[in-house]
């Protein structure tokens, strides 16, 4: 088993910064990845991006690529997912995930995350 939970959602300006960290516990050696997803209100959990636990590869939604970057630490058990240039349709609840499934196949796919966080809020206002 595996434990993750989230921090660091808030306000923020659009435009703006804000970095989210996700702190896992538990059977850490077992994951392959970690991951970010997000969900609007009334929509479906969209898939943000995801590292992988070893190597460091990283994958990314479209919408958020050149702005958001996943990374972790592997010897804190953390990852982190630092979003730049924030815009108001960004604001969601932003859940992190983690997988122990050794393929890439479907890594952004919500079934392929056995490991939730139970969200950070974000929110891009002025």
């Known amino acids: 088993q595996v434990q993750v939970v989230e921090t660091g959602g808030g306000l923020v300006q659009p435009g703006g910064s804000l970095r989210l960290s996700c702190a896992a516990s538990?059977?850490?050696?077992?994951?392959?990845?970690m991951g970010w997803f997000r969900q609007f209100p009334g929509k479906e959990r969209e898939f943000v991006a995801v590292?992988?636990?070893?190597?460091?590869?990283?994958y990314y939604a479209d919408s958020v690529k050149g702005r958001f970057t996943i990374s972790r630490d592997k010897a804190k058990n953390e990852e982190f997912l630092q979003m730049d240039n924030l815009k108001p349709e960004e604001t969601a609840v932003y859940y992190c995930?983690?997988?122990?499934?050794?393929?890439?196949?479907?890594?952004?796919?919500?079934?392929?995350?056995?490991?939730w966080g139970q969200g950070t809020q974000v929110t891009v206002s002025s």
């Open positions: 538990g059977r850490t050696d077992d994951l392959f990845s």
């Open positions: 995930a983690g997988s122990t499934i050794h393929r890439w196949t479907g890594y952004t796919e919500i079934p392929r995350y056995e490991y």
């Open positions: 590292i992988s636990w070893n190597s460091g590869m990283t």
